[in-house]
T-cell receptor, first 114, second 112 residues
Framework: DADVTQTPRNRITKTGKRIMLECSQTKGHDRMYWYRQDPGLGLRLIYYSFDVKDINKGEISDGYSVSRQAQAKFSLSLESAIPNQTALYFC?????????????FGAGSRLTVL | DQQVKQNSPSLSVQEGRISILNCDYTNSMFDYFLWYKKYPAEGPTFLISISSIKDKNEDGRFTVFLNKSAKHLSLHIVPSQPGDSAVYFCAAMTSGTYKYIFGTGTRLKVLA
């Protein structure tokens, strides 16, 4: 099993619908992150959490919300999806190793908003 | 404002030769830097890191160089292999923040 699991892997939805992307990890890490990837824009940070009670906005949090249900689970919600939220979304955890705070990513969730 | 920049969207290199991927940053508070590799339909995977107290870090075929005065880092892959064909991202962090800012990525193609 993967260390960081994202569901669903692919989702097509319509404008205005609520959508939730889920992330779970088996690494026991406290720090978890949500990034989105767009062509030509790289990876941009949406939200991050250092523990269940510590949630922080990233670079592009507008239109998104998150919930840290447990140390192992961090979900991303789009309350009312819009087409420019069509992107590839990645969840990640981090730990201090190799002399740095290293991120471990899930395989990604591809979201299409029509 | 793009704090971490990878100005070359793509790079092609012959197998066996050196690949050099570049990354520039603007925030002088960044003191940790990572390189990630990403294959299609997979998440990014960690390659190598460097902190600002060093100017070089090596791991097998991968070497990262940091020039703090120029706010520039580079990833050298020697020798390049076809399996190295992927998108490479650099990322930068300020210690204590535990959040990374990523560059836009460079697509490397290693030609057999």
């Amino acid at each position: 099993d993967a260390d960081v699991t994202q569901t669903p892997r692919n989702r097509i939805t319509k404008t205005g619908k609520r959508i939730m992307l889920e992330c779970s990890q088996t690494k026991g890490h406290d720090r978890m992150y949500w990034y989105r990837q767009d062509p030509g824009l790289g990876l941009r940070l949406i939200y991050y959490s250092f523990d269940v009670k510590d949630i922080n906005k990233g670079e592009i949090s507008d239109g998104y919300s998150v919930s840290r249900q447990a140390q192992a689970k961090f979900s991303l919600s789009l309350e009312s999806a819009i087409p420019n939220q069509t992107a590839l979304y990645f969840c990640a955890t981090s730990e201090w190793t190799s002399g740095a705070n290293v991120l471990t990513f899930g395989a990604g969730s591809r979201l299409t908003v029509l | 404002d793009q704090q971490v920049k990878q100005n070359s969207p793509s790079l092609s290199v012959q197998e066996g030769r050196i690949s050099i991927l570049n990354c520039d940053y603007t925030n002088s508070m960044f003191d940790y830097f990572l390189w990630y590799k990403k294959y299609p339909a997979e998440g990014p995977t960690f390659l190598i890191s460097i902190s600002s107290i060093k100017d070089k870090n090596e791991d097998g075929r991968f070497t990262v160089f940091l020039n703090k005065s120029a706010k520039h880092l580079s990833l050298h892959i020697v020798p390049s292999q076809p399996g190295d064909s992927a998108v490479y991202f650099c990322a930068a962090m300020t210690s204590g923040t535990y959040k990374y800012i990523f560059g836009t990525g460079t697509r490397l193609k290693v030609l057999a």
